[in-house]
């Protein structure tokens, strides 16, 4: 099993510039989870989806934020347009509801925006 | 809304000294709780799940306790090694859809 894949491990983009960050969740499992780490605010859940379907939303910052999941494969998180306070490591996790509470997590993307 | 703290924020202990990170959360209506590791540049890795119902667990060198009516759980690392050094998160389900929500974390160096 080759865990949560997240692409790209790290981006380095100008403020105004769309951002897209890609996640991949463990095959089989139902529910997909969004994070995002700061040194000021730690780890913040923006959204997550079960079977596909956004459930809870209510993190999200604002509408530049937006998350979606086409398939139960893969899910993105798209930022437009970025701004330098959105400077984090972003998180995937995914987790098999029925399965128990515990989450997996991908190794995250670190955005940089200038 | 649930808020969860996390005491000390970080800790430098020398090797095989026993050692306790403190976790408390605002709201006892909980689901259950989990500690996790993180390493640097890494994601986080599941430790321990504490149901609401249970008051511990253990796995290997680690026991985590939780005492839901005071609004506090522990985490015990018993003959702590260097390869202990990461960040240790604690995150308590708030739903029955498993959302958690996640103290800052206390920073553990374990020297040789």
């Known amino acids: 099993d080759a865990g949560v894949i997240q692409s790209p491990r790290h981006e380095v983009t100008e403020m105004g510039q769309e951002v897209t960050l890609r996640c991949k969740p463990i095959?089989?499992?139902?529910?997909l989870f969004w994070y995002r780490q700061t040194m000021m605010r730690g780890l913040e859940l923006l959204i997550y989806f079960n079977n596909n379907v956004p459930i809870d939303d209510s993190g999200m910052p604002e509408d530049r934020f937006s998350a979606k999941m086409p398939n139960a494969s893969f899910s993105t998180l798209k930022i437009q347009p970025s701004e330098p306070r959105d400077s984090a490591v972003y998180f995937c996790?995914?987790?098999?509801?029925?399965?128990?509470?515990?989450?997996?997590f991908g190794p995250g993307t670190r955005l940089t925006v200038l | 809304k649930q808020e969860v703290t996390q005491i000390p924020a970080a800790l430098s202990v020398p090797e095989g000294e026993n050692l306790v990170l403190n976790c408390s959360f605002t709201d006892s209506a909980i689901y259950n709780l989990q500690w996790f590791r993180q390493d640097p540049g890494k994601g986080l890795t599941s430790l321990l799940l504490i149901q609401s119902s249970q008051r511990e667990q253990t796995s290997g060198r680690l026991n985590a306790s939780l005492d839901k009516s005071s609004g506090r759980s522990t985490l015990y690392i018993a003959a702590s090694q260097p390869g202990d050094s990461a960040t240790y998160l604690c995150?308590?389900?708030?739903?029955?859809?498993?959302?958690?929500?996640f103290g800052k974390g206390t920073m553990l160096l374990v020297s040789p």
């Open positions: 996790a995914s987790s098999f509801r029925q399965g128990g509470p515990t989450q997996y």
């Open positions: 095959s089989g499992h139902n529910s």
């Open positions: 995150a308590v389900g708030n739903s029955g859809y498993s959302t958690l929500t």
